[in-house]
């Protein structure tokens, strides 16, 4: 089993950041989580469950909120120490 991860890379997202990161950039915006889910063809359910760090989000949801503000989750190389 591999070990627990217990920090994150410089420039890897946790699902924190990422939340932060969504809520931060909507309220900068002026839209609330419905105006933000209607503008990408969403449920609010998706944001708020994003924007509260919901860890079992499907990528595709969150890479499509994440494209309303020109970003996306991508692969990482991982650090030599976290590679087994």
Do not use: H, W
């Given at each position: 089993?591999?070990?627990?991860?217990?920090?994150?890379e410089p420039g890897?997202?946790?699902?924190?950041?990422?939340?932060?990161?969504?809520?931060?950039?909507?309220?900068?915006?002026?839209?609330?989580?419905?105006?933000?889910?209607?503008?990408?063809?969403?449920?609010?359910?998706?944001?708020?469950?994003?924007?509260?760090g919901k860890p079992?989000?499907?990528?595709?949801?969150?890479?499509?909120?994440?494209?309303?503000?020109?970003?996306?989750?991508?692969?990482?190389?991982?650090?030599?120490?976290?590679?087994?």
């Open positions: 089993m591999p070990p627990a991860m217990t920090k994150t890897v997202p946790d699902r924190e950041s990422v939340a932060s990161f969504v809520r931060d950039r909507r309220r900068q915006a002026n839209l609330t989580q419905r105006q933000l889910a209607e503008l990408i063809g969403s449920g609010v359910r998706v944001i708020s469950e994003l924007e509260n079992t989000l499907r990528m595709d949801a969150v890479n499509k909120v994440l494209a309303a503000f020109g970003k996306r989750l991508g692969v990482v190389d991982l650090a030599a120490e976290d590679r087994q």
